[in-house]
């Protein structure tokens, strides 16, 4: 029973192998994709990074973690999953903040 913010952590960690902090939110996201036909509702968080593991193990199927400008973002879309990689940069360059609060759990 975790949290969307919980999951970020962890999935932070598994697949990069940094420690992650949420502080806020960027935005929520609703991506259908003809390909699968499947749909998929994308939570973005921003924060600060405290530390690597260089040493840790990803998840399966994850080679590396790769550190990109905005612009490598960019040139890079055909390459990316769903076009919700660089709408979700692209709006955390527009400075959107949203406070984590806006996101309730409920036990």
């Not at 970020?8 to 990069?16: F, G, I, P, Q």
């Not at 902090?21 to 968080?45: C, K, M, Q």
């Not at 921003?46 to 199927?61: N, S, T, V």
Request: with cysteine; hydrophobic share 35%; charged share 25%.
């Amino acid at each position: 029973n975790e949290t969307l913010a919980a999951g970020a952590v962890r999935e932070a960690l598994e697949e990069s192998a940094y420690e992650f902090t949420p502080e806020f939110l960027i935005g929520v996201y609703r991506w259908h994709s003809n390909t699968s036909d499947a749909t998929y509702l994308r939570f973005a968080f921003g924060g600060r990074i405290l530390q690597h593991h260089p040493q840790r193990a990803l998840d399966k199927g994850i080679v590396r973690a790769v550190w990109m400008t905005p612009d490598e973002i960019r040139t890079t879309q055909s390459r990316h999953r769903s076009p919700l990689i660089l709408r979700c940069v692209e709006d955390y360059l527009a400075g959107k903040r949203y406070p984590l609060d806006l996101i309730t759990h409920y036990e």
